[in-house]
């Protein structure tokens, strides 16, 4: 039996334990009747569709993801285009038991050089410039291989381990904007075991919410969770004499378990996380910028309900949420132009499509590169393609072709 055939009888099951018509659950959870005759045909769905229907039949979402093995696919040029990234996030290793890198740096050792390289990547981070990244990441992070191997000295060492924890860790969230999720993992895990060796908390907490968001894509709710819960317990600081990087650190654990319980139909787990966050925010007062070039603070909180209520289904009090939060000047890019995601996204829902085609067309004029790697940009411009209720205007049409979508 296959797994979207799976997903279909238990949908069916706990369906008809509801006492519902295929056509009562469909109006319930504000989906068409063919999408849910489909996946109980066995169609395959998408996690937020199954969450649409955990919700509205009163369980978690995991009640239809079930282990099985993956149908077949042809082989992915991906593979091949992150080769190089791969070969020094996931090296080949012989009978020596140690990683081979290749060779880079390896007689000229220079840690305040290395420093100055990562700043640079990190700001083609924060500039979008993947080209850029795919370039010079691997190179890099080869480097900093070399630097940890080549400093015996123990002041030397602890900095070299540091600057390879940073971009290694900036190379997994790289790789989670691209979507490839398991090598990001690998990545993480990396910067989290040189972060823990020099006892940087906050660098470490930083590789452990990476984690967090790159297995939130992957589907894995109750994993998220429970990491980030037991994590945000090992490093909750004293509120009144916390510093701003253990308040963003214990905050963002916090704001992750609560986007994983969301997602998993845990609402009142999710708000309990989030009320929590919003304590660890409330003493810095604006937003505060972390080690792994995010921000933290009451806006960053206040992002993160209008999220929680779009998965909760309620794009009406998300919109209201929404409307007197403004960007300051200290928050990234990257949180803003996703909350914007989910505006239009609500926006959609609630009937608003040239409101959300705005927000589309102002993301990809500034985020070009970051929309186009953006599942929800897609999923949102495929239903203002079906909502609306006139020909597609030219700006659509031009989004379309921009994300690679076709009616």
């Given at each position: ?382 239903d203002v393609l079906v909502a609306r209720t006139r020909t597609l205007s030219e700006e659509q049409r031009a989004l379309a072709d921009f994300m690679g979508i076709r009616e």
């Amino acid at each position: 039996m296959t797994d979207s055939q799976e997903i279909g009888d238990r949908l069916r099951e706990v369906r008809r334990r509801r006492g519902m018509t295929q056509e009562e659950l469909a109006k319930a959870s504000n989906l068409s009747l063919q999408v849910v005759k489909k996946i109980e045909q066995g169609g395959s769905a998408r996690l937020e569709t199954l969450h649409q229907l955990a919700r509205t039949l009163g369980v978690v979402t995991l009640t239809f993801v079930g282990p099985t093995s993956p149908e077949p696919m042809e082989d992915n040029h991906d593979d091949v285009v992150l080769a190089d990234m791969r070969s020094v996030i996931n090296p080949p290793m012989g009978l020596s038991g140690r990683p081979i890198y290749g060779t880079a740096d390896s007689d000229n050792l220079d840690l305040s050089r290395l420093s100055a390289a990562v700043k640079v990547v990190a700001g083609a981070y924060h500039a979008d410039r993947y080209d850029d990244l795919a370039s010079f990441l691997p190179a890099l992070v080869r480097s900093a291989h070399h630097h940890v191997d080549g400093y015996a000295d123990s002041q030397e060492r602890h900095e070299a381990l540091r600057l390879r924890a940073d971009v290694v860790g900036l190379a997994g969230r790289y790789l989670i904007q691209i979507r490839a999720h398991d090598l990001a993992l690998m990545a993480l895990h990396a910067s989290l075991m040189d972060a823990l060796e020099i006892g940087d908390t906050a660098l470490a907490a930083a590789a452990v919410s990476g984690q967090a968001h790159a297995m939130l894509r992957q589907g894995r709710l109750a994993e998220v969770e429970r990491l980030c819960r037991e994590t945000a317990e090992q490093i909750e600081p004293q509120l009144s004499k916390a510093t701003p990087n253990q308040l963003a650190a214990w905050g963002w654990m916090l704001l992750r378990a609560s986007a994983a319980a969301a997602r998993n139909n845990r609402p009142q787990e999710a708000q309990e996380y989030h009320g929590m966050a919003a304590a660890a925010a409330a003493p810095l007062q604006r937003e505060h910028h972390t080690v792994d070039y995010k921000t933290f603070g009451p806006v960053t909180v206040a992002l993160k309900a209008v999220e929680n209520a779009l998965v909760a289904g309620d794009p009406v009090r998300a919109l209201e949420l929404s409307a007197p939060l403004r960007r300051g000047d200290d928050m990234t890019s990257e949180e803003w132009d996703r909350h914007l995601l989910d505006e239009a996204r609500a926006h959609v829902q609630t009937g608003g499509v040239d409101s959300a085609t705005e927000i589309l067309l102002e993301l990809r004029g500034r985020s070009p590169r970051w929309l186009r790697y953006q599942q929800l940009g897609r999923d949102t411009l495929r239903d203002v393609l079906v909502a609306r209720t006139r020909t597609l205007s030219e700006e659509q049409r031009a989004l379309a072709d921009f994300m690679g979508i076709r009616e």
